[in-house]
């Protein structure tokens, strides 16, 4: 069985937010270790001396090579140089002025430096420029699925290359990884939605040409030329059809988040809490509501708007709690706890199909669940007892947020 996950609280402390808020929560995917130093994307001068000194986290259709249950496995440039040579050789400006719609670049995406990473024995890599140094490992993520791609047999031989001698290693299938240890899970996150928008995001939406990626993978253009139609190597470079992408300074295409909100509702008189399943779901498991925030919504109306809707049930103040990034593909959950008007409590399920049912729920059997029947929808707890009240298990905001409020989060301090 796996531990259970503590939210492991940052201590800035002495802190007066932390004395007036208490120490904030770090949830499941977030407080990676890297430093993302992301204006270092553009600088091809860091990328190309970081890339042969860097590590290597590999993905096959999104699911990464790991060490053991607990840890991912890392591989050094010598694994990856023949199938990424060094892309960052040419400035961003010369490489657009090459590109060839032919030629398939395989997806690389900078996650950040490892400043704490001494792991390799080797001379940790620094960098200067602008008079500040980074020092540290440059580690990034390489997606080599070579299903239906012409990168096929390259891809095939770094995943043969990457396992090799190496007893335990295998790519993870499992769709939602919640097993990792939390550093490793919240490198998976980064990785994991980058290589999906990019591999989403492969024509672009205004002309459906194909885009290319930079900024080290994390933006994509709409290129203005294409080789592919130069008819001679002495020709000037063809030029593709208008794009209103490459207009002013909308050249680009940025990797999307999607804001959800997520919330623990209690009752007025705050001795419940209201819980939901979906239809999907089994018989006894349920949740905190949740669901997407709309474009120009708050926080705190969506969350009161998703409740009204989802369950009938009118809320007034709302507090924002922690927050998750849910790497499936990429949302940035906002966990937030908001108080039931008195007369607003009343379950209306009518309005949205999306709950099966929902229900108010005495805060000492949302304790007893929390503490001993938790489990994802999809894989049963060990030790489930059937009939009986079950709930996400603490790597998911959902348990945290049910967890604070039994601690008393929306109680007045004494
Ligand atoms: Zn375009």
Excluded at 22 to 28: F, L, T
Excluded at 69 to 95: D, H, I
Excluded at 121 to 126: L, S, W
Excluded at 228 to 247: G, M
């Amino acid at each position: 069985m796996t531990q259970p996950y503590t939210a492991t609280t940052q201590s800035h402390n002495p802190s007066m937010l932390s004395r007036k808020f208490g120490q904030e929560i770090v949830n499941y995917f977030s407080g990676s270790p890297l430093n993302r130093v992301s204006f270092l994307r553009s600088n091809t001068a860091f990328l190309r001396a970081a890339l042969p000194r860097s590590k290597f986290l590999l993905l096959r259709d999104l699911e990464p090579l790991a060490a053991s249950k607990t840890t991912l496995a890392w591989v050094g440039y010598e694994t990856v140089r023949a199938l990424v040579g060094n892309p960052f050789n040419a400035e961003e400006e010369e490489f657009l002025r090459e590109y060839d719609s032919r030629v398939e670049i395989p997806t690389l995406v900078f996650l950040g430096v490892n400043e704490g990473d001494e792991d390799r024995g080797e001379e940790r890599f620094e960098f200067e420029g602008e008079g500040e140094k980074y020092a540290g490992r440059p580690c990034f993520a390489l997606d080599v699925t070579g299903e239906g791609r012409s990168l096929k047999e390259e891809c095939g031989k770094v995943q043969e290359e990457a396992v090799k001698g190496a007893e335990g290693r295998e790519f993870r299938k499992v769709r939602l990884d919640l097993g990792l240890a939390p550093p490793d899970a919240a490198i998976l996150a980064q990785a994991r939605s980058l290589l999906d928008w990019n591999n989403r995001n492969q024509f672009c939406a205004a002309c459906g040409a194909r885009t290319v990626s930079i900024n080290a993978g994390t933006k994509r253009v709409c290129p203005p030329t294409d080789k592919a139609f130069q008819k001679n190597l002495q020709d000037p470079p063809f030029e593709r059809p208008p794009c209103i992408s490459r207009k002013g300074i909308h050249n680009i295409a940025f990797p999307r988040t999607d804001p959800t909100v997520i919330m623990a509702i209690v009752n007025s008189i705050g001795d419940k809490i209201l819980l939901g399943r979906q239809r999907r779901w089994p018989k006894d498991f349920y949740s905190t509501l949740a669901g997407f925030c709309e474009p120009a919504e708050s926080v705190e109306d969506a969350v009161r708007r998703e409740t009204w809707e989802e369950s009938g049930v009118r809320v007034g103040r709302v507090v924002i709690h922690s927050t998750q990034p849910w790497p499936y593909p990429a949302n940035l959950m906002m966990g937030a706890i908001g108080e039931a008007f008195p007369d607003g409590e009343g379950i209306v399920l009518k309005h949205d199909p999306e709950l099966e049912d929902a229900q108010w729920v005495e805060l000492g059997q949302v304790r007893s669940a929390l503490e001993g029947n938790t489990g994802t929808p999809d894989s049963k707890a060990e030790g489930a007892v059937e009939g009986q009240l079950r709930l996400p298990p603490s790597t998911a905001i959902a348990h945290q947020l049910l967890l604070a409020v039994v601690n008393g989060f929306h109680l007045a301090k004494p």
